[in-house]
């Protein structure tokens, strides 16, 4: 069966497309494969928004840092200016904030809503960073539309006193 030069390069030429998806694919699929690829990907998105939010809720003082480790895995850091260097050695106030902060990181890269809740933001924190919390949470209401948040917390409800409030009493 005679094939022409041109007709064995366009089947080599496919055959080629062919292994280069093989490749990719066995690539892909390994242990370090698709999870791996996807957190790296994420991770410049998540860093960015994480330092946005620790910028506007603790000044820069509790950042987060997103990382993938050797085995693919996501890995989240918790630097503090004035605490210990292991997420073991923050305070509950400290990883209160740090665990805002990577909640709204994460939501900036989640599809979008224009709905955010939040139950009880400031429990664990200290009134200071209540209070700065809930200035920057004023300075996001944009990017969302309508937050609905309950709060016993007095730091926050001062901050927020110019916002719609519905106070809920418990009877009985």
Known sequence: FPVTIQEFEGKKEKIGRWLSVLKYAHSV?????????????????????????S?????????????????????????????????????????????????FAVRAV??????LILDEPGDGLDSTSA????RGLKSVVGKF???????????????LSDARLVTVVKQN
């Open 29 to 53: 699929f390994q242990r370090n494969g698709l999870p791996a690829y996807l957190n790296a990907q994420i991770c410049p998105e998540l860093n960015q928004s994480a330092q946005e939010y």
């Open 131 to 134: 209070r700065a919390f809930a």
């Open 55 to 103: 910028e506007l809720f603790s000044q820069g003082e509790i950042q987060v840092r997103f990382d993938v480790d050797q085995e693919g895995r996501m890995d989240v850091q918790v630097v503090n200016a004035h605490g210990g260097e292991s997420v073991e050695d923050q305070s509950e106030g400290e990883m209160k904030m740090a665990s805002l902060i990577t909640s």
């Open 110 to 115: 989640a599809p979008k809503t224009n709905l």
């Open 145 to 159: 539309g309508t937050i609905l948040l309950t709060t016993h917390n007095p730091a926050i409800l001062s901050e």
